[in-house]
């Protein structure tokens, strides 16, 4: 990361703060009614109508700085990239995808092998792997009959 970077996100950073302080401390068009309890007071630093010229203008200033910086960054981290990708996605490597054996395909026994009821074959030696589960059959619910309409 280049010190420009670096330079430009602080001043984001701060600007950001900077416009969000600037956008609390205004008031909004309804405040006249708020002066009446107490608050009134508050503007006399920067004169009857100072405060919402200079607070309007330091936001402006501050939103101007704000999207100088935006597009410096943008510039700044897209420097010397020229039709390279730079997505998320850019080093993933997609292998082949096996391809699914259809059913009841013969598979080559290999020699000293079982042959097992799903045409594959299963090494003499290996325990419980040809056994296959034995599902019983699920005996018929009979149909319950429909209850007649009261009238």
């Known amino acids: 990361m280049s010190w420009i970077f670096t330079l430009l996100l602080v001043v984001q950073i701060i600007t950001s703060l900077t416009i969000i302080s600037l956008v609390l401390l205004q008031q909004g068009k309804g405040a006249d009614m708020g002066s009446a309890f107490g608050s009134g007071s508050a503007g006399s630093l920067f004169g009857a ?41 850019s080093s993933f490597t997609q292998s082949a995808p096996v391809a699914p054996q259809p059913a009841g395909s013969a598979v080559p026994a290999a020699p000293g092998s079982v042959p097992t009821a799903g045409g594959g074959a299963v090494p003499a030696g290996a325990t419980g792997a040809a056994s296959v589960p034995v599902v019983p059959a699920v005996p018929s619910v009979p149909a319950v009959p429909a209850a007649p309409a009261s009238k």
């Open 49 to 89: 109508t100072g405060a919402a010229n200079f607070l309007s203008r330091a936001t402006k200033w501050a939103a101007v700085v704000f999207f100088i910086t935006t597009i410096g960054l943008a510039y700044v981290s897209n420097r010397g990239v020229k039709g390279q990708d730079t997505g998320v996605m």
